[in-house]
């Protein structure tokens, strides 16, 4: 993804309105490695930019992903993440907590199994790694003691 200000003088070029809004939108993507949803990038917005419409935070979404400055991933974390990081690379996404993290595995060695699927034409590939990541692995390993409820169950036998 290009800076906020060579995204406004793109916009601008093809036509698209350039609101303080947008470039508030810009300015959340820009750099942003944690694959927000659009709700995220909304919740960032919001904070600077009180205004800001979730409408207007997906509608901004669409043209960047069309222009081709971000990419949008559906990683099996419930909502659509977006990725302001558009060089071909893989994620590796923890099933606890939805953090993604970029990865660059070699995917050369992966061939598609034409014998299985002969009449279909591989566009590209997708490499979705699953597990943990560091904070949720640290915290599964200590089961809390908390977790458990305290027993409240007192016996209030009354005699009489
Ligand atoms: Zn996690
Ligand atoms: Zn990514």
Redesign the pocket.
């Known amino acids: 993804m290009r800076t906020p200000e060579e995204l406004t003088e793109a916009f601008r070029l093809r036509g698209l309105k350039v609101t303080p809004q947008r470039q508030s939108i810009f300015r959340a993507l820009h750099g942003n ?1 944690r ?1 927000p949803s659009a709700e995220a990038v909304h919740a960032a917005v919001v904070a600077e930019m009180p205004t800001v419409s979730l409408r207007t935070v997906y509608q901004t979404l669409n043209d960047l992903a069309e222009m081709g400055e971000i ?1 949008a ?1 559906d990683l099996g974390t419930g909502s659509a ?1 977006f ?1 302001p ?1 558009v060089a071909e ?3 590796a996404v923890c099933t606890r907590c939805g953090a ?3 990865v660059y595995p070699d995917v050369s060695d992966l061939r598609f199994p034409r014998r299985q699927v002969p009449g279909f034409t591989v566009l590209g590939t997708e490499v979705v790694f699953r597990g943990l990541c560091d904070d949720c692995s640290t915290s599964a390993s200590s089961d809390p003691p908390t977790a458990t409820p305290p027993t409240t169950s007192r016996e209030t036998s009354s005699h009489g």
């Open positions: 490695h694959h990419q991933f993440r990725d990081n690379h893989h994620h993604v993290r970029d």
